[in-house]
């Protein structure tokens, strides 16, 4: 399709079942209205009204508008000259004329690649419309003056939403590709995309889940958390895994990982070539891994003293046992390098520091003051309607949670997928990433609950005594263990500036090292992909901005990087060790049963 008369508006074939189809259309809309309030009519009746306390940040934002009027005006003679500088444009395409665009997409977004977005003079302008009327959105709510910077942030959020749900991409009218597929299926693709709806909305007991891959695709054990091990130690939050080795020597010290609650582990073990606990297992460690239980309603007590004492330093006592060595060297993975931070503390102020080798923090927060968009969800409104709900359940939900996240790359992780089930009519692809991203999991209202008050809004885990676990003060100065602490470059849960702070809080021995990539690849980067680069500096100045500016890059993946750095730490080679030769006995091969529990 381009500017000549190959378009949908220029030739409109009408097939004989194309009038079924949409009265097959009509009549599955009805149907998905009605399973929709059917599921949702109680909770329609109790929910609030505002959820995400928006009304109140976006009437001060109108009312500071409308106090300087003439700044208002300048803006929408802006938007105005825009337009005529677009609609100029449009008229001498359409009369032949060769033009640049007023304005084009930000370099990465993926939504308009379809040659028809440039090609077509419709389909350019409606493009350029809608990204100047963005940018224009952008531009008011940044500019506005006098508002409260956390406000001021959330406002710029869910104006990011509103635009990104009303991008003409979204709209079968006002997309190309899903134009064509309508003319050329004779409008199957929407009578199928509308199956792929009420499939989502059934799955989801009336709340959308909108699949992002093939979920029959992958099943746990079989074709994804393959590596070899045996479940060792079990209690009621965790399972501990042993990997079986693969060399006939290794490292003296062993290897605990200590991973995410709000995930599942197996992020660390998706398949043989990009699996961080086969390239550690390959390396020489005997690694451990901690499998936490997806939580039901009878654990909505659970506190976080709980996950140090019966999930980390439970851990720790099971590797002792395992392998009768006194020293762990312990990773800590995103919200697990937090709990680590604490226990951590914990062992210091018990004398029993001397139990970590070393510890290594995985795009992990301590300090909470800069934690990024995160932070948008925590002011006192939300948080009082999240702990109404958690009392309700015994819970955060996990959908909730992930919906979350996938807020934060909206266009990546909602909208493609949208268009790509519901208005093309296709089946998602299977991807092992995505199948954990959708792997949701629960957690207990009194550890969520304590997590999101005491770290995120009042940022106490960094102030000495701050905070109380296991009954002990908790002041992250007295970590004097080696420490090693990694960040993604473009992470957008764990800003890499909010992870550098650690360095200036412990003692000791401290290496920083910034990987390229986001919160999941900046972590899974095998070195036989060569992919990304990493950053590395042996100062550790104030921030993490002035670290950068004398940071060296190298090529490749970060991982051999900490094992040159983690290896001198773990004593010498000894043959290899097998689940089971401990004191610890096999209970089950691994990954285990808590991993496999999955709600809908």
Not at 221 to 244: C, D, H, W
Not at 263 to 283: A, F, G, R
Not at 307 to 325: P, R
């Amino acid at each position: 399709m381009s500017d000549h008369q190959d378009s949908p508006a220029a030739a409109f074939p009408y097939p004989k079942d194309f009038t079924e189809n949409w009265l097959k259309i009509a009549t599955r809309s009805q149907q998905l209205i009605g399973d929709f309030l059917q599921h949702n009519e109680s909770f329609m009746k109790e929910a609030h009204l505002d959820p995400l306390n928006l009304s109140r940040a976006f009437l001060d934002m109108t009312n500071r508008l409308m106090a300087n009027p003439q700044k208002f005006v300048e803006s929408q003679v802006s938007l105005w000259q825009d337009y005529m500088k677009l609609w100029q444009s449009a008229s001498l395409r359409a009369l032949g004329h060769e033009t640049a665009p007023v304005i084009e997409p930000d370099k990465g977004d993926k939504r308009f690649r379809d040659k028809e977005w440039t090609e077509n003079q419709v389909f350019d302008f409606i493009k350029q419309s809608y990204l100047l009327s963005s940018r224009w959105l952008r531009n008011t709510v940044a500019q506005t003056e006098g508002l409260d910077e956390h406000e001021a942030k959330k406002l710029d959020f869910y104006t990011r939403q509103f635009i990104d749900a009303l991008s003409p991409t979204n709209f079968a009218l006002t997309n190309p590709e899903v134009l064509n597929k309508t003319i050329e299926t004779g409008g199957e693709n929407l009578v199928k995309g509308l199956e792929n709806l009420l499939a989502d909305l059934e799955r989801g007991k009336g709340r959308l889940a909108i699949r992002q891959t093939d979920l029959d695709a992958f099943k746990i054990g079989e074709n994804i958390a393959t590596t070899p091990g045996k479940v060792v130690f079990r209690n009621e939050l965790i399972e501990l895994i042993q990997y079986a080795p693969t060399t006939k020597t290794v490292y003296e010290t062993p290897l605990l990982i200590i991973p995410p609650w709000i995930n599942k582990y197996y992020i660390l073990d998706l398949k043989p070539e990009n699996s961080l606990i086969k390239w550690l297992v390959d390396q020489g460690y005997t690694t451990f891994v901690i499998s936490w239980r997806n939580v039901d309603e009878t654990m909505a007590e659970t506190t976080l003293d709980d996950y140090m004492l019966k999930g980390a330093v439970a851990a720790m006592d099971a590797v002792k046992k395992a392998t009768g060595e006194e020293q762990v060297s312990v990773i800590g993975y995103c919200i697990g390098g937090t709990l680590l931070a604490a226990t951590l503390a914990y062992l210091a102020a018990k004398d029993k520091a001397g139990r970590i080798a070393a510890a290594t923090f995985l795009v992990a927060q301590v300090d909470f003051s800069e934690a990024g968009e995160l932070k948008l969800f925590i002011d006192e409104e939300q948080l009082a309607a999240m702990e109404k709900m958690m009392a309700e359940k015994g819970y955060h939900d996990g959908h909730a949670m992930a919906t979350t996240f996938n807020m934060l790359r909206s266009n990546d992780l909602i909208w493609s997928f949208v268009v790509n089930n519901y208005l093309m009519g296709k089946d998602p692809f299977p991807f092992d990433l995505l199948y954990w991203n959708s792997d949701s999991t629960r957690v207990p209202r009194a550890a969520h609950e304590f997590y999101l008050r005491e770290m995120y809004q009042k940022n106490n885990l960094v102030k000495p005594g701050g905070i109380t676990l296991g009954g002990v003060p908790i002041d992250l100065h007295q970590v004097s263990v080696p420490t090693y602490i990694q960040a993604a470059e473009t992470d957008h849960i764990c800003p890499y500036p909010s992870v550098y702070k650690a360095t200036q809080l412990y003692g000791g021995e401290r290496r920083f090292v910034l990987a390229g990539s986001g919160h999941i690849a900046g972590v899974v980067n095998p070195p036989a992909a060569k992919k990304y680069h990493y950053y590395t500096n042996d100062a550790l100045p104030a921030t993490a901005e002035e670290w950068l500016i004398e940071a060296t890059q190298h090529k490749g993946s970060w991982w051999p990087d900490w094992h040159h750095w983690n290896a001198p730490r773990c004593g010498q080679k000894v043959p290899a060790r097998t689940p089971g030769d401990g004191k610890l006995k096999p209970l089950e091969d691994a990954p285990g049963s808590y991993v496999k529990v999955r709600y809908s």
